[in-house]
């Protein structure tokens, strides 16, 4: 079965960021988003921890690392001002939404819904077409994780080759087909 496109992130501000950020805006980028609670145990003892290490092994790469603070229970407990002091503390550098309310008073937020997370912490890949790939929801493995990334990097340099072996080249006044595109021709 064909990776189906993310939904889009419906959220109601950005931190760490100084503008909004849409989902479209990272094409051409594997995305890593990391649905979280402040007050989830596991997302403070796994999950943050884990994104962070993301966004530090990968820095340069063409990877974003970005935060949805989803909240489904302890409204109250976690608005804008407690959620940006967390992310002072803990030091998380990345850009982080808050998922916006859900309609009518439904307690779950938009963008879980849309995403049909089952709680938090969830870990969701986005492969550089915005499809989504991977969606876990608990503790996800380090080296899965990685290994996951790996892939996707390597799927999208890959494309980049393709697409570029198949556009060919001109030089002195002639034009050839892309060695890789003659080659898979000759063998086919």
């Known amino acids: 079965m064909a990776p189906e496109p993310a939904p889009e992130w419906r959220t109601s501000a950005w931190l760490n960021t100084p503008e909004p950020l849409s989902l479209g805006g990272f094409r051409g980028r594997v995305v890593l988003l990391h649905a979280f609670q402040m007050l989830c145990p596991g997302c403070v003892a796994h999950g943050i921890p884990q994104a962070q290490r993301v966004a530090k092994l990968f820095e340069g790469a063409p990877l974003a690392v970005v935060g949805l603070h989803t909240v489904f229970e302890h409204h109250a407990a976690m608005g804008a001002e407690s959620l940006r002091a967390f992310l002072y503390e803990y030091r998380v550098p990345f850009p982080v939404g ?3 309310p859900g309609p009518a008073g439904d307690p779950i937020p938009r963008t879980m819904r849309a995403y ?4 938090t912490p969830t870990t969701i890949l986005i492969d550089a077409q ?3 790939r991977r969606q ?10 990685g290994a996951e990334i790996g892939s996707l990097l390597a799927e999208m340099e ?7 072996d198949a556009a060919g080249h001109c030089t002195d006044g002639r034009c ?3 060695a890789g595109a003659a080659t898979r021709d000759r063998l086919s």
């Open 130 to 132: 915005g499809r989504l």
């Open 116 to 119: 049909a997370m089952q709680g």
């Open 98 to 100: 808050i998922d916006a």
């Open 136 to 145: 876990v929801f608990g503790v996800h493995d380090d080296l899965l994780l």
């Open 176 to 178: 050839e087909v892309g």
């Open 158 to 164: 890959q494309q980049r080759l393709d697409a570029t």
